[in-house]
């Protein structure tokens, strides 16, 4: 009888083992992929803070150029111009269009 005891004593070495050493490779494991993954949020955490910059600097070239453009066309701007360049107004050849409400006449 003492022999089954050793081969019980055996099966639960190895399986104490075995559990033991399943134990270490997980806690490895789990600080492994806890340490990549920090690393990754770190990562793209920067990316996103650069990646918002650059748009807020896109923003800013297009309100500036928006701006421009709103001074580049405006009216004084453009008679100016034409003045300079021998162009005159003519009053009578100004043809004024007023916006009449279509749906009375139907």
């Given at each position: 009888m003492a022999k089954i005891?050793?081969?019980?004593?055996?099966?639960?070495?190895?399986l104490v083992s075995f559990?033991?050493?399943f134990f270490l490779f997980s806690a490895v494991s789990y600080l492994g992929s806890?340490?990549?993954l920090r690393t990754y949020n770190n990562a793209l955490s920067?990316?996103?803070q650069s990646i918002e910059s650059k748009i807020a600097d896109l923003q800013t070239q297009n309100d500036a150029v928006k701006v421009e453009i709103r001074t580049l066309s405006t009216r004084d701007r453009v008679d100016t111009i034409a003045s300079d360049n021998g162009?005159?107004?003519d009053q009578n050849n100004i043809i004024t269009i007023t916006a009449t409400d279509d749906s009375s006449s139907n």
């Open positions: 005891v050793r081969k019980k004593r055996k099966k639960q070495l190895k559990a033991v050493s806890a340490l990549f920067t990316e996103k162009l005159s107004l």
